[in-house]
């Protein structure tokens, strides 16, 4: 994914196949979107089929939800599928957090 200007360089990479595969939307427990905003996280989101892997920063989380978004992550999970001009179509997708290499929140 292409990185504007002022966002940082990801460290995020996507997990080995074998994880990817073996993901259960029940291992995103009952974190909601505000959670991973006030933890820090970033939700990466890896599709199944081509691994492709896509990064929803915190200040992408807060556009996208808002920032005390009670939506559970794993609700995202099933509404989710490798869409877009990149994407293969699949609806088998696997997101697991990661910790933001950017400033967050923005004005600390
Ligand atoms: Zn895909």
């Not at 929803?56 to 099933?78: H, I, K, M, N, Y």
């Amino acid at each position: 994914m292409p990185l504007s200007g002022s966002e940082p360089v990801s460290t995020l990479k996507a997990p080995p196949k074998k994880a990817l595969q073996a993901f259960q939307v029940g291992q995103v427990g009952r974190d909601t979107v505000a959670d991973y905003l006030r933890k820090g996280w970033s939700l990466a989101i890896c599709c199944k089929a081509c691994e492709r892997l896509v990064e929803w920063t915190p200040p992408e989380l807060a556009r996208r939800f808002g920032d005390g978004s009670q939506v559970r992550v794993s609700a995202l999970v099933e509404r989710l599928a490798c869409a877009g001009d990149e994407g293969c179509g699949a609806r088998e997708i696997a997101v697991f957090p990661h910790l933001f290499d950017g400033k967050w929140p923005r004005d600390a």
